[in-house]
């Protein structure tokens, strides 16, 4: 049975169930208590999709409504937060049946940054019927550093020059004053006072210029207000300062939980650039980390130069928009054609083209050599070439995917 919660009195009373769920999978952002406070920081009306089996919830699909010039669709919840994210279920077959029941609906569907060929791409793909479409695009990657070999571990995944890098950068900060650092799992009530020193030393730099830091954005200070005293009250909650004598020169707000360590945000003086404050609270994180018996280190966000080089891992994320067959649909991807043919009128990266297709019952991609016209103009496959496939092909192809 598929249920619609769509006030914020069911959302939540379906804590313990949801939560339930969210820790077969690895991820804290996948419980209730982020969900909860992405809710209360958009003020969006929860639109989440339920599937009972046997009274118990066996797939959960955490969606807001959102519209857009006259068309809706289902999107993550907590999706203008940047982070990866997932459906949650208990296998493979519940999922399957849970986006077989959306495709139904007839809404279009937004999964931004799930895992890249992962459950929900695979679920997607079995449950397309005649005239449906997907487009899956790149959704970033994220790093993590494995820990658990111990901290010495870490460093000789390090290249020997950027270990030199990190020893002459701690001399020239030494040389301002000792350096330290402090790790605190703040109580409910000691959560205001840590929080904003974080957001304070997060506004001061080229976040607070540039319009992105969290402290004058209301919604946004709100979520990491809320949430954060959320993770408190489940001791989870873990926030880093490091010290130049009587300076912080940086900070981290991050997250322990599952044996790892998760960064939900770090931000640091650029008074003090030439130390490099970020990466010398990393290592110092990450020394923490492996004292406490962490197995992982989470970045989180995307994979960029300054964390990359510290041995990690990597997962690739894709960004699934889903269209069944359905005049809302028809509406949303026109519109979401014409924003792709908008980019490419401005120069903007928009890769576009007839790349292969699926027919019932074959669960293969059958591979095509992109039409040439699809190729050299990025925006929609226009009409002609769709028909052209169509009658190439045969009207029964079931999924169209673009790239």
Known sequence: MLKLIDTWDEFQSLRAAWNHLADRQRSPLLRHEFFSAALAASQA?????????????????PFECV?????????????????????LYSGLAPLEELLAELRQIGRP?????????????VALRSALGYGDFMHVSDGGTSPAVPLCGGFEEVLSRISSSRRADIRRKLRLAEKLGPVSMTAIAPEPDQVDVSLSAFLRLEASGWKGSCGSAILPNPARKRFFETYSRALAEDGRLRLFFLRIGDDTVAARLAIAHNGCLWELKIAYDETFHKVSP??????ETIRYACDAGLQRFEFLGRVSDWNKWWGVELQNHSTIRFYPRSLASLACLAIDGFDVMNSAIRGRPAHIGLAGAVWPGDPGLLELEPVAAARDQPGLVPRDLLNQFIEEFGPSCAQMAFV
Request: net charge positive.
């Open 45 to 61: 009306a929860p639109a989440i999709y339920v599937l009972v089996k046997k009274g118990e919830p066996a797939a959960i699909a």
């Open 67 to 87: 519209g857009s010039r006259g068309v809706s669709r289902y999107r993550s919840i907590g999706r203008d937060l940047h982070e990866p994210s997932q459906l």
């Open 109 to 121: 569907i937004l999964l931004s940054r799930v895992p890249a060929n992962g459950p929900e791409t």
């Open 278 to 283: 970020g990466t010398l609270l990393t290592l």
